[in-house]
Nanobody, 115 residues
Framework: QVQLVESGGGLVQPGGSLRLSCAAS????????MGWYRQAPGNQRELVAA???????DYADSVKGRFTISRDNAKNTVYLQMNDLKREDTAVYYC?????????WGQGTQVTVSS
């Protein structure tokens, strides 16, 4: 059974930084594409960043140059380093694991950017 547990969310001032972590279990982690999505109130869930098992990355235009996704296959963990945070980054951030024929979601972690 796949389990994804996010951590690292919180309240931060504009211009600040946070690092989200997602610990995975029950999967062949190194084979899966891992992603971070976010959903703000009234909005659809959107892709923030993704990283393949080979380390190829993809980012939403709105976070390019500010966010960095990385993974540690030895620890079955994916990270999202978020710098220069803006109010519009406020959302619940979800970890996602994707494999051929399926995917799984974490429970989400709240990120609030406010002064």
């Amino acid at each position: 059974q796949v389990q994804l547990v996010e951590s690292g969310g919180g309240l931060v001032q504009p211009g600040g930084s946070l690092r989200l972590s997602c610990a995975a279990s029950g999967i062949f982690f190194r084979l899966y594409t891992m992603g971070w999505y976010r959903q703000a109130p009234g909005n659809q869930r959107e892709l923030v960043a993704a990283i393949t098992g080979d380390g190829d990355t993809d980012y939403a235009d709105s976070v390019k140059g500010r966010f960095t996704i990385s993974r540690d296959n030895a620890k079955n963990t994916v990270y999202l380093q978020m710098n220069d945070l803006k109010r519009e980054d406020t959302a619940v951030y979800y970890c996602n694991a994707r494999w051929p024929g399926g995917n799984s979601w974490g429970q989400g972690t709240q990120v609030t950017v406010s002064s």
